[in-house]
């Protein structure tokens, strides 16, 4: 259309119409862009009332995020979380950790409450806790590769880093689907299992 990536668009269209400061009011304005013009795979708002909940249910204190994308999930996870939570979100794209960093902070969230975390899950996953001071998750969003999902599932486990007690939660498992995951938490022994059914993004 113009030579500027549909993230990049998106993003500008943000700075146009969202509230600074406003998060729920920037997820707002995200969903009017994917409604009116352009699809982005992003969590969406039903989907988004899933991991509302579960936040609020869970009130977990430290949280990652894989697969920010252009910081919609990101945003979403960083307002539901308690007082004293910390996010650590992680993208492989630098491009879109570029928009997502610039949603983020358009959000009002500092680098103390969200931190984004550039490069491939698999080389950032095992330096969480040396690196970024991540010493255990208690809830795990997956929103990436879905081939990665069992892949990193089990680099999480590998290096200690999910919490007794911990939620992960993977979108997509059914459509686009990721079958070795689901699987796998389903026969290890380790999780209890739930699919919450719902439509795709937009």
Not at 91 to 104: C, F, L, N, S, Y
Not at 165 to 170: F, I, K, R, S, Y
Request: aromatic residues 8%; positive net charge.
């Amino acid at each position: 259309l113009t030579g500027v990536p549909r993230e990049q668009r998106a993003f500008q269209y943000l700075l146009a119409h969202a509230v600074p400061g406003d998060p729920r009011h920037v997820l707002q304005t995200f969903d009017q862009w994917c409604y009116r013009r352009e699809h982005l795979s992003s969590v969406g708002p039903l989907k988004g009332r899933i991991v509302e909940r579960l936040l609020y249910e869970r009130a977990p204190l430290r949280v990652l995020e894989l697969g920010a994308y252009c910081g919609y999930g990101t945003v979403l996870l960083a307002q539901g979380l308690p007082p004293g939570a910390r996010l650590y979100a992680v993208e492989g794209d630098p491009r879109h950790a570029a928009v997502a960093e610039k949603v983020i902070r358009l959000a009002g969230f500092d680098e103390q409450r969200v931190e984004l975390i550039v490069g491939p899950s698999e080389e950032v996953i095992p330096r969480l806790r040396e690196k970024h001071g991540l010493p255990k998750a208690d809830f795990v969003f997956m929103d990436h590769g879905k081939r990665c999902y069992l892949r990193d599932l089990r680099l999480l486990e590998t290096h200690q880093l999910l919490a007794e007690g911990a939620t992960v939660l993977a979108d997509n498992v059914l459509f686009p689907g990721a079958p070795h995951f689901l699987q796998y938490a389903k026969t290890c022994g380790k999780y209890r299992c739930k699919v919450h059914r719902a439509s795709l993004e937009y």
